[in-house]
């Protein structure tokens, strides 16, 4: 841990960063050994990462909120409730985007189709459903890294109630989480007729996003430390929003016991060490 400590802290944001692409290529590379991923398993690590990341999103982001508020000045309670309000509209509001886009499209096509060429549309729209799955994976990711960049921000800045474990233990959340989504990309797109190369390329590019946002997250806290309360509540909103619509539907599939399990072993495991070693 003291290894650790002694790298910059932005470098550390991009390490994390990058770790989190680097596990979305590994469970994309899933689509080169099976046709589908074990459900249980996956459901039980997206449980896992819900817990960890519900956890995360008031040790290391709104609790820091909240105290450096107070430090600033602020009504402590204020722009911890603008920041979490507003970056869970925005995730919601991005997926109810996607959702509309990725209708429409399926309407335009199913109009199209003559007995004539069904068969060729039927391609197309596999071809077609394989980019906007990419698409809503990689705009999903984009929040995400954001966290990760905001929490590594807050530890430079020396944000009250902020640590380095905090953040590391974050930014290990979302990435066990990335590897299902890595899978959840690969193999529908392998399944709609890409090639397994294809189908790993584009799911792990739609992790490449993380790192890039993660260095935006960072710098927006540490250039504008009035705006961090805001940043650090705006990031826990868009993590709260990504776990109640993403992580424990999808984690429910195969039982929601087991889910439940894996949700409160995230919880517990970022609770101890979050607090025993920040």
């Given amino acids: 841990m003291e290894l650790i400590k002694n790298i910059p802290t932005f470098y550390l944001a991009l390490i994390a960063s990058v770790f989190c692409w680097i596990v979305t290529a590994l469970g994309a590379m899933i689509v080169f050994f099976f046709k589908k991923a074990n459900a249980a398993v996956l459901n039980v690590l997206m ?20 105290e450096l508020s107070t430090e600033l000045g602020y009504v402590p309670w204020l722009f911890p409730f603008l920041g979490f309000i507003t970056g869970g509209i925005f ?3 991005v ?4 959702d509309k886009v990725t209708s ?25 459903r394989g980019i906007l799955l990419v698409m809503s994976i990689t705009l999903h990711n984009i929040p995400e890294g954001m966290c990760v960049g905001v929490a590594f921000g807050a530890v430079a800045m020396g944000t009250p109630g902020s640590s380095l474990i905090g953040a590391l233990l974050l930014a290990l959340g979302i990435a066990l989480q990335n590897f299902p989504e890595g899978a959840s990309v690969a193999l529908p797109l392998r399944r709609d007729g890409y090639s397994r190369k294809k ?43 990504v776990v109640a619509s993403e992580l424990i539907p999808e984690s429910c599939g195969e039982g929601k016991n087991t889910a439940a399990l ?17």
């Fill in 47 to 66: 449980g896992f990462s819900a817990g960890v990341m519900i956890a995360a999103s008031f040790w290391s982001l709104l609790s820091p909120a909240i």
């Fill in 199 to 241: 189908a790993f390329m584009f799911g792990q590019l739609s992790g490449i996003v993380e790192p890039c946002a993660a260095i935006i997250g960072y710098f927006l806290c540490t250039v504008v430390k009035s705006a961090l309360p805001f940043c650090l509540s705006f990031s826990a909103g868009a993590m709260i929003a």
């Fill in 104 to 128: 429409n499209k399926s309407v335009t096509n199913t109009d199209n189709v003559s007995s004539a060429n069904e068969s060729g549309n039927n391609v197309q729209n596999g071809k077609k």
């Fill in 262 to 278: 894996g949700c409160i072993a995230g919880f517990a495991v970022m609770m101890i060490m979050d607090v025993a070693l920040g």
């Fill in 95 to 98: 997926s109810k985007l996607l």
């Fill in 91 to 93: 995730v919601v509001a």
